[in-house]
Structures are given as C-alpha cells and as structure tokens.
C-alpha cells in the first residue's frame, strides 16, 4: 500500500495521523505479509489458505523472486444484471432497417 493510500485510511479512521501512526500501521502490513517458495506453497497450501483467510497476504516466490500473491477473496458486486441472448434477440427484431433499434440500444450503454 502506497504511503499516500494509508495515511488516508488512517485519517478516515481515527481523524488525525501522527508520523509514529503511519511507521506502526507499515509495520503491521508488513507482519501480515510472509514470503514463501513455490515449493512450500505446495506442501503447506491448506495452512496457507487459512491464513489468507484471516488476512495475511502471501507472497509466493520461484528461484527468489516474486511471483504470486496469495489474499483473501473479494467478491465483485457490481454491473449490469445479465440479460439472457433470447431476451436480447426478442428485443432486437429483424426488420429491413434496423438502424434505429440498434441506434437505441447503444445509446442505452448497453
């Protein structure tokens, strides 16, 4: 998290940010961050998946370097609802000139 970003949260949170604030919620971002090989992953990924559960972030590596990053699951709300392909070629009817249907549809932000 850039430094920026987390004085902001920091500010949204509490109010007033102290310099020893931003070093102490650095710190703890960084205790929540470990490292490990692609081998370990392997062979501990059921405990590891726990811990990202919790909140810890792991940083997967493959001959030292950064490769993957392991964080607990977001789900993306948002969007338009799905409309099915029969609704939208019932709403689209063929006719010698479609310009002004499909004009329309785009014009919707569809």
């Known amino acids: 998290m850039k430094k920026s970003k987390l004085v902001e949260a920091l500010r949204a949170r509490r109010g007033v940010v102290s310099p020893g604030m931003v070093e102490e919620a650095s710190a703890e971002i960084l205790r929540r961050r470990a490292t490990v090989s692609v081998r370990e992953a392997k062979d501990q990924m059921s405990a590891l998946l726990a811990r990202v559960a919790v909140g810890d972030e ?4 493959s001959d030292g370097k950064p490769k993957a990053m392991l964080v607990r699951y ?3 709300v948002g969007g338009r609802a799905w409309r099915s392909l029969k609704e939208f070629r019932a709403a689209m009817p063929v006719t010698p000139d479609s310009t002004g249907l499909v004009r329309a549809d785009r014009d919707s932000g569809f």
């Open 74 to 76: 977001r789900p993306v």
């Open 58 to 61: 792991i940083v997967i590596t």
